[in-house]
């Protein structure tokens, strides 16, 4: 997949590391036991503490990805700076209450 996108060569690294990340957490999920999504987490991390640095985790190859591809993007893409902070912001709330709700 990563041959296939069409992304600036320095960001191939970055997005490497995302979508390792992201196809560790499926291939968890999809072994894990349960019907809903909830269910799905606790049985794949077992612990808040875990399923919290998995979020971290997603987090940073996130910030890592948006910074490789920062050069590329402001000279094309106005507002760029701001809106990867606000999607960056909310994704790590987002999260964050995800884990709340699952793990209470």
Same mark, same amino acid.
Request: charged share 30%; with cysteine; hydrophobic share 40%.
């Given at each position: 997949?990563?041959?296939?996108? %069409?992304?600036?060569?320095? !960001?191939?690294?970055? =997005?490497?590391?995302?979508l390792?990340? *992201?196809? /560790?957490?499926?291939t #968890? &999920? ?11 987490? %606790?049985?794949?991390?077992? !612990?808040?503490?875990? =399923? ?5 985790? *997603?987090? /940073?190859?996130?910030? #890592? &990805? ?27 709330e *987002?999260?964050?209450?995800?884990? #709340?709700?699952?793990?209470?």
């Amino acid at each position: 997949m990563v041959k296939l996108a %069409k992304l600036p060569t320095e !960001t191939l690294g970055a =997005y490497r590391d995302l979508l390792s990340v *992201l196809v /560790q957490h499926y291939t #968890d &999920l999809l072994l894990a036991e349960g019907d809903r999504f909830a269910e799905l987490v %606790k049985s794949a991390y077992r !612990t808040r503490t875990n =399923y919290l640095l998995f979020c971290n985790r *997603l987090n /940073q190859v996130e910030r #890592d &990805l948006n910074a490789a591809l920062r050069p590329h993007m402001k000279a094309t893409t106005e507002g760029f700076d701001d809106a990867v902070r606000r999607i960056e912001k909310v994704s790590v709330e *987002l999260r964050r209450e995800d884990v #709340d709700k699952i793990f209470t």
